[in-house]
């Protein structure tokens, strides 16, 4: 799962904000390194409606957005992974 309780109130709250974000062009999609299943779990354990779950991202596409790498140190944590971080995309029309 996406692990952390701040990610899931996080993720929550703009899961219903992103339908307001949408009237203004602004999307969103959450990205992880964990794999299908665990995205899945965590999006329907959450209620998450309206945001994409993506997963998968690997570790060198991690160090390539200069994303903040971790070790894990619990028994449910992966070996490595990412912290969490915001990209904030507007839409443009030309």
């Given at each position: 799962m996406f692990?952390?309780?701040l990610n899931q109130l996080y993720l929550s709250r703009l899961d219903l904000l992103l339908v307001e974000f949408n009237?203004?062009?602004i999307a969103a999609i959450a990205i992880s390194g964990h794999n299908q299943e665990d995205a899945e779990?965590?999006?329907?354990?959450?209620d998450i409606k309206n945001l994409t779950m993506g997963y998968g991202l690997i570790l060198k596409r991690m160090?390539?957005?200069a994303l903040y790498i971790s070790n894990g140190e619990f028994d449910h944590?992966?070996?490595l992974f990412c912290e969490p971080f915001?990209?904030?995309l507007m839409r443009?029309?030309?």
């Open positions: 692990y952390f309780q009237k203004v062009s779990q965590s999006k329907q354990e959450w160090r390539h957005w944590e992966p070996l915001s990209f904030w443009m029309a030309y």
